[in-house]
């Protein structure tokens, strides 16, 4: 099994959700998070005086998936989530040693 | 009822609502104090506006009221100390309690001005010996010289509805209390240079714009003391149209001089025309006020920028509009204020440079704002001075990063709200260990 972890703007989360219901994903987790990439933040203006954002607001979505699927979800995601303008995230996929229902005790697969 | 009786009632009534108007700016300076300072410091500010006017009106009662419009000589009052000993009617028409109610919503207006430019940092129990010391002395004395019949009246001074008396006073004790209080932390980075602390709500801060702007329709317009019609509602017009052309000229040069029209500063722009307008609402025509609005929103750019190039930090710019723009508002009475309208207002003084008056006018104009600038700079600083030595007038660092809200009351303004990604996007240092 695989997790797979994406940061992506936060208004692209709609679309990506979607694609990934389309792709089968059963379920998924949102956080809303703040980071930094190659732009390093980027300037704003306030009453005139300049002040930096260094962390910009982003979305996190984390979705486990079976490994024959890893490679079509990435896809999903990343197809839905481009924007082609700089800070539109990145995808990274972990290997999963294990995966429990909490309900019914399932495990493995069983519990995706 | 005879007409007199009747002129009487509608006099009273009028002064009435209008100082309800004026007290609902308490409201006004609140939201936009709030909105334009932190999250984390929101509560603090508010309940100085609430406590700044609840100690106001209570010193006026004993002993301001008596200091301002008291019989004495031209410098105090010392008559009417808890409104004893008034005679009915007081001042025109007016009893005694409708012109109290008026003038205690203007003594009040002057106190709250200093708390926006002092956000952020301020000890609370210093801010409330302030509050007792503006509303009880440095306000009502600077208040007689002119409104209580003292010698900057005698001088042919023009203040109709307060640039100076009220804006300015409260605008230069803000100016020594941000100077001696000191920058908020992270407010100038080590290379000197300012960076944004951005406001945590607009909309909060724009709805204490409209509600001053509208509460501005009670201060002019009621200063006549009277239903007087039409001068009551030419002074709302040159109002409104001041307050227009700050806003609009405002926005123009932050637009073309920072790429973006600001919106905070814009709000500065309306109330800097508002602030300039009223030394001279019943002295001057519309087109003059459109020019009074428009050079005091471009003023108040300048003023902002200056103050914070002299590392003086004024969260909400409340030095630039209400003492500059005050200052400047009641110079331009002295350029603007047509003879045939300085005439019908029955106060004294004469028309200005721009009526081929020569420089009288603007000569008693000067000499009224720097006797307000001089006087009222020296005691607060006194003030600011004595308190800092005293208790101190500024929270620890490690207040301040905590919050005002929690730090000094126990109780973040925000209750339960979880602070997400949108509350320490700015520059300052957020440590990890900030609580709420």
Known sequence: ?112 | MSGDEVKALLDNTFVLVAAVLVIFMQAGFAMVEAGLTRARDAGNIVMKNLMDFAIGVVMFFLVGFAFMFGTGNDWIGWKGFGLGGLSDPFVFNLSPATFFIFQVAFAATAATIVSGAMAGRTKFKAYVVYSVVISAVIYPIFGHWMWGGGWLFQKQFLDFAGSTVVHATGGWAALMGALLVGPRLGRYGADGKPRALPGHSIPMAMLGVFILWVGWYGFNPGSQLGADFPIVADVALTTTLAAGAGAIVTMALMWVTSGKPDISMTMNGALAGLVAITAGCVFVYPWAALFIGAIAGAVVVGAVRFFDRLKIDDPVGAISVHGVCGLLGTLLVGVFAAPALVERAALGGSGGLWYGEGFTQLGRQALGSGANLVWVMATAFILFSVIKKVMGLRVTDEEQLAGLDVAEHGAPGYGEMVFGAATHTAAAPVPATTSV
């Open chain 1, 1 to 112: 099994m695989k997790m797979i972890t994406a940061v992506i703007k936060p208004h692209k989360l709609d679309e990506v959700k979607e694609a990934l219901t389309a792709a089968g994903v059963q379920g998924l987790t949102v956080s809303d998070v703040r980071g930094f990439g190659r732009q390093r933040g980027h300037t704003e203006t306030y009453r005139g005086a300049e002040y930096t954002v260094d962390f910009l607001p982003k979305v996190m979505v984390e979705v486990v998936v079976g490994d024959a699927q890893a490679d079509q979800v990435v896809g999903a995601i990343s197809d839905a989530a481009n924007s082609g303008k700089i800070g539109d995230g990145k995808i990274w996929v972990t290997s999963v040693d294990q995966i429990t229902r909490i309900r019914t005790g399932e495990q493995g697969n069983e519990a995706l």
